[in-house]
């Protein structure tokens, strides 16, 4: 057994040896951030081991550092194997607490019906407390004036949580958190394989059961409203997400054919999760669509209204993964495709989440002058995912990047100077210098493309399916947090946007949290979603024999 010393933490632990620094972490309660969930490819689990114990750990590869970082005493804490006692400096992040989440979508006329009510007994003086008809409780005394619901939008990266009068139909206040599970695992597909063991799932949902009941205190207490006076939760969010918040294996979400174990329009009882709510308060899922377009998608389209539309809309909420719906006239059809993690700064050299000093606007104007401009208005400290997508998308439109993505010669004619004394070499290789701290390189754009590409090709497939072409789209509603911060001129600059669509574009943000607010505040929505859902024809990708030639044609800028 080997000795593993937290010094930032206090805290120290046992472990066999062999284990890794990652897992000892793990098992010490320790949160040391590992998007890729530990398969080594992002880097962000650098750690500092001591000198003086340095000859206690096997390295593994440590090709995502720096020979300096290297002889400073950082590891990789996923590959970094532990041979005998060691003591260990870990750092969080500044960037998790100054994260900028949007916490706004576009919404509707809701007439109030919701599915919490009140009755107060005069003769008795206790008001009793129903979801429908079905009676949860009683309280002592009239308490019908304190009658409140939560809205959790379950984000892949982030969390939002909105406080609603129930009686008014207000929303009181909202606050947002990054997700705590994505120090783990950044994408979805890392999440189901984490929590198909039981201890991962134990990890997963004990994480973002802790952090909810964080948020929802926090918003009660700043409001001065009792916990148990909030009675419903909604919990709005992937297939994935839903699955890890109810403590439900997402196994079958990871294996064909893919059924999820969750299908939605159900109420769970808040006691059963621990939950700072009323004792008899409970958790609403609204529908799931598939295994990979989930109840997110469902409060989007309650939202947005995108079932009543007339014409042709096409629906995008591009994240880790691009969920879209496309509607003609009421009818939908749905689909979604694997990102993966770029957008979010992810597998990106100086990548970060959309916190202070992230990198979120980048602009060349025809006379050559580049802006750059940060979060928080600080020193540049990375690139965040509307960043990346501006920078990359001006550097195509100006010629710095070819259609193939790749970064060109400083020399090549007809580069702006401003662009052009950008372009250097590091360690041999091509790199665009953003600022003096901070880089995009080659291998930067390439992860761009394939996830732009996955999302374009999903576009393509989905009208493809229907006969429709770009042009005769009416209307792209881009939502999600990522999406709103997004520049129209960027997607189509990179082609995750067909040129066609310039002039349609609408930015419509959080309509998860604001569909689920939908949801809260007039029952009747849950039945008429339940089945609008049915009735959704999933279009699986994976079943067309061209998908893998239309995707590589989509990678191109």
């Not at 805290?11 to 969930?37: F, K, M, W, Y």
């Not at 750059?372 to 208005?377: A, L, M, R, S």
């Amino acid at each position: 057994m080997a000795k593993v010393e937290f010094r930032n933490e206090n805290i120290e632990v046992h472990v066999d040896e062999g284990t890794t620094i990652l897992e000892a972490a793990r098992q010490a309660g320790v949160t040391i951030e590992s998007p890729c969930n530990g398969s080594g490819v992002c880097g962000k689990c650098r750690v500092k081991v001591d000198t003086k114990s340095l000859k206690n750990i096997s390295h593994g590869r440590g090709h995502r550092l720096s020979t300096e970082e290297q002889l400073e005493g950082y590891v990789l804490a996923c590959e970094a194997r532990i041979k005998g006692d060691i003591a260990v400096e870990t750092s969080e992040s500044r960037e998790h607490k100054h994260l900028k989440i949007l916490d706004h979508g576009k919404s509707f006329d809701i007439a109030m019906d919701a599915f919490i009510h009140k009755r107060y007994d005069g003769a008795s003086g206790l008001t009793y407390v129903y979801a429908g008809e079905e009676l949860l409780g009683s309280e002592d005394g009239n308490t019908l004036g304190e009658s409140f619901g939560a809205v959790v939008d379950i984000g892949t990266t982030t969390l939002v949580a909105s406080l609603v009068d129930l009686n008014s139909g207000k929303e009181l206040d909202s606050v947002s958190a990054l997700n705590p599970q994505a120090v783990h695992a950044q994408d979805v597909l890392s999440r189901i394989k984490l929590a198909s063991e039981e201890s991962g799932l134990r990890l997963m949902y004990s994480g973002i059961i802790a952090e909810i009941n964080r948020l929802i205190t926090h918003l009660a207490q700043r409001n001065n409203i009792k916990g148990e006076r909030i009675y419903e939760l909604v919990f709005s969010g992937n297939t994935c997400m839903l699955h890890l918040a109810s403590n439900v294996n997402p196994y079958s979400l990871g294996r064909f054919p893919y059924n999820p174990e969750i299908t939605g329009n159900v109420s769970l009882k808040a006691s059963e999760h621990k939950l700072a709510i009323s004792e008899f308060g409970i958790i609403y899922l609204p529908p799931v669509i598939s295994a990979y377009v989930g109840a997110d998608i469902t409060s989007g389209i309650l939202a947005s209204q995108l079932h009543e539309k007339k014409g042709v809309t096409l629906f995008v909420d591009i994240g880790t993964n691009g969920e879209m719906v496309l509607a003609c006239d009421g009818r939908l059809w749905a689909t979604s495709t694997a990102a993966g993690p770029a957008f979010e700064g992810m597998n990106i050299t100086h990548g970060m989440r959309a916190g202070a000093g992230a990198i979120e606007f980048f602009n060349v104007e025809d006379a050559g002058t580049v802006t750059v401009k940060t979060i928080g208005e600080e020193e540049a400290t990375g690139i965040c995912g509307s960043g990346l997508l501006d920078i990359i998308g001006e550097l195509v439109a100006y010629g710095a990047i070819n259609k193939n993505g790749r970064l060109v010669e400083p020399e090549t004619e007809g580069i702006l100077p401003a662009l052009r004394e950008r372009i250097l070499k590091q360690d041999g290789k091509l790199v665009f210098k953003v600022t003096d701290r901070v880089v995009l390189t080659q291998k930067d754009i390439r992860q761009v493309q394939l996830a732009k590409g996955a999302v374009r090709a999903g576009i393509e497939f989905l009208l493809r399916s229907k006969g429709i072409k770009a042009s005769e789209v009416d209307r792209v509603l881009i939502a999600g947090s990522f999406g709103y911060h997004l520049r129209a001129k960027s997607l189509i600059n990179i082609g995750l946007l067909p040129p066609e669509f310039e002039g349609r574009i609408e930015f419509i943000g959080n309509t998860s949290k604001s569909g689920g607010q939908a949801f809260l505040l007039n029952k009747s929505y849950r039945a008429q979603m339940a089945r609008l859902v049915k009735n959704i024809e999933v279009i699986e990708l994976a079943n067309y024999k061209d998908f893998d030639k239309v995707f590589v044609s989509c990678l191109n800028f």
